[in-house]
Structures are given as structure tokens and as C-alpha cells.
């Protein structure tokens, strides 16, 4: 059974959100406070976390970013803002998506369960996840989804490992920044494409020596990127 945790502080949609959760076989908890909600994220373990964005003592953003430095699960954000200032900052600190309050109910479902089995194949099944791949200097190992640069360790977070990891799976080949998007974000997602741009800046100051003159992930003016084997 899969585990869901729901960090929300207005305890009336917390409990709708676990009633329906509940109702499609997942297993969930509901912490209302943001310090209390991060504690459970880092100590106890989950398949997904629906994150609130406005809560009282820590805000979402903060408690996103101090999940991706230690946790690789998705996270949903929950919010009423629409700016789109907001889902990028979201996204940027690691979140895997967002919904806009109000919502359905079955919408929040399906989008839970969208992510989890995007997340699953991503990763990949357990009899492939042994699988390292290696790059030059770059050594990427699926199982335990860590990536090391000439046998450094560096922190991704869920979204920058899933997209360097595809792209390292398809060496040489030029995917643009709409198959990526749809990819990896799925077609449903809020955002837009510019959020890979975003992400493929970030992985660039982890792996590159000179982001601006890449040697792993190249830009292919026009078409997209590639990773060049």
C-alpha cells in the first residue's frame, strides 16, 4: 500500500484529501503544521507528500527545499496562488508539480497517481535498477539514484536526477524541451516548458567545469538537448 503524506493546515481539505486518497487504497497521514509535517517527512517513509504551500511556522518552499537535500519522492504542492513567479520557485526547489485550490477531488487522485507511476518508471523496475551508467568522469547509479563526478558525490534533487538521468539513457540523441517537458512533467502538469531550461542550468553548475562551454549536456540550437556520450 502505497503511503501518502498530506501537510495542510486547514484541517476541513486535509481530511478531504485523505477521504478520497483513502477510498483509492493509499494509506495516509495529515500533519497540520509545517515544522511537525517536515519532522514526519525526514523520519518516517512515504511514496508521495501533498505539501501545502501557506503554513503556519514553516512555509512550503522551505520545507520542499529541506526535503530534496536528504528525500528523493514526489512532491505535490497544494496552493491557492496562480502567478506563475510561484510554480517556478516551486519547481526550482524540487517540487514534481502543482494543484491550484479548488480542486476535485478526483483530479487531486489522479494527479497523485500519475506521479507515483511516473516516478516508478522513471526509476525503473528493481531487476534493471542495478544498472550504472558511466560517462567519462560521470558515474550515475539507478539503484540507489546518486550521482557521482569523478567520485564526488553530487546532491540532485528528484527532477534534476530524472533528467539527466533520461537524457544518460539516450546518449547523443536531441530530444527538444517539449518531448522532455511532457516526459518527465507529463502534459498535465502546471508550468510550462521553460522549467526545463531551468533545470538543465542547474544540473550544468553540478557536473559541468565550465557551464558555459559544456562537455556533457549540449545545447543543439533549434532542437533541443543532448548528452553527449
Same mark, same amino acid.
Given at each position: 500500500?502505497?503511503?501518502?503524506?498530506?501537510?495542510?493546515?486547514?484541517?476541513?481539505?486535509?481530511?478531504?484529501?485523505?477521504?478520497?486518497?483513502?477510498? %483509492?487504497?493509499?494509506?495516509?497521514?495529515?500533519? /497540520?503544521?509545517?515544522?511537525?509535517? *517536515?519532522?514526519?517527512? &525526514?523520519?518516517?517513509?512515504? +511514496?508521495?507528500? &501533498?505539501? =501545502?504551500?501557506?503554513?503556519?511556522?514553516? +512555509?512550503?518552499?522551505?520545507?520542499?527545499?529541506?526535503?530534496?537535500?536528504?528525500? =528523493?519522492? $514526489?512532491?505535490?504542492?497544494? /496552493?491557492?496562488?496562480?502567478?506563475?513567479?510561484?510554480?517556478?520557485?516551486?519547481?526550482?526547489?524540487?517540487?514534481?508539480?502543482?494543484?491550484?485550490? $479548488?480542486?476535485? $477531488? !478526483?483530479?487531486?487522485?489522479?494527479?497523485?497517481?500519475?506521479?507515483?507511476?511516473?516516478?516508478?518508471?522513471?526509476?525503473?523496475?528493481?531487476?534493471?535498477?542495478?544498472?550504472?551508467?558511466?560517462?567519462?568522469?560521470?558515474?550515475?547509479?539507478?539503484? !540507489?539514484?546518486?550521482?557521482?563526478?569523478?567520485?564526488?558525490?553530487? /546532491?540532485?534533487?528528484?527532477?534534476?536526477?530524472?533528467?539527466?538521468?533520461?537524457?544518460?539513457? %539516450? $546518449?547523443?540523441?536531441?530530444? !527538444?524541451?517539449? %518531448? *522532455?517537458?511532457?516526459?518527465?512533467?507529463?502534459? =498535465?502538469?502546471?508550468?510550462?516548458?521553460?522549467?526545463? /531550461?531551468?533545470?538543465?542550468?542547474?544540473?550544468?553548475?553540478?557536473?559541468?567545469? =565550465?557551464?558555459?562551454?559544456?562537455?556533457?549536456?549540449?545545447?543543439?540550437?533549434?532542437?533541443?538537448?543532448?548528452?553527449?556520450?
Amino acid at each position: 500500500m502505497k503511503r501518502v503524506l498530506i501537510i495542510e493546515d486547514e484541517w476541513d481539505i486535509a481530511e478531504l484529501e485523505r477521504d478520497y486518497l483513502d477510498l %483509492h487504497g493509499f494509506s495516509v497521514d495529515i500533519e /497540520t503544521s509545517g515544522d511537525r509535517g *517536515l519532522t514526519k517527512a &525526514l523520519t518516517q517513509e512515504y +511514496d508521495l507528500i &501533498l505539501l =501545502d504551500l501557506m503554513l503556519p511556522e514553516k +512555509d512550503g518552499f522551505q520545507i520542499c527545499k529541506e526535503i530534496r537535500e536528504t528525500r =528523493d519522492i $514526489p512532491i505535490l504542492m497544494v /496552493t491557492a496562488k496562480k502567478e506563475d513567479i510561484d510554480k517556478i520557485r516551486g519547481l526550482g526547489l524540487g517540487a514534481d508539480d502543482y494543484i491550484v485550490k $479548488p480542486f476535485s $477531488p !478526483s483530479e487531486l487522485v489522479a494527479r497523485v497517481k500519475a506521479h507515483l507511476s511516473r516516478y516508478e518508471r522513471l526509476v525503473g523496475p528493481k531487476d534493471t535498477q542495478g544498472h550504472n551508467i558511466r560517462i567519462r568522469g560521470l558515474h550515475i547509479d539507478q539503484a !540507489s539514484r546518486q550521482v557521482f563526478l569523478n567520485s564526488r558525490e553530487i /546532491t540532485f534533487t528528484t527532477k534534476e536526477f530524472d533528467l539527466l538521468l533520461f537524457l544518460a539513457l %539516450h $546518449p547523443n540523441y536531441v530530444f !527538444s524541451k517539449a %518531448h *522532455l517537458f511532457e516526459r518527465l512533467w507529463g502534459l =498535465d502538469s502546471m508550468g510550462d516548458i521553460s522549467t526545463v /531550461t531551468v533545470h538543465i542550468r542547474k544540473i550544468r553548475k553540478k557536473i559541468e567545469i =565550465d557551464p558555459s562551454n559544456p562537455q556533457y549536456i549540449e545545447t543543439v540550437w533549434g532542437a533541443g538537448y543532448r548528452l553527449r556520450g
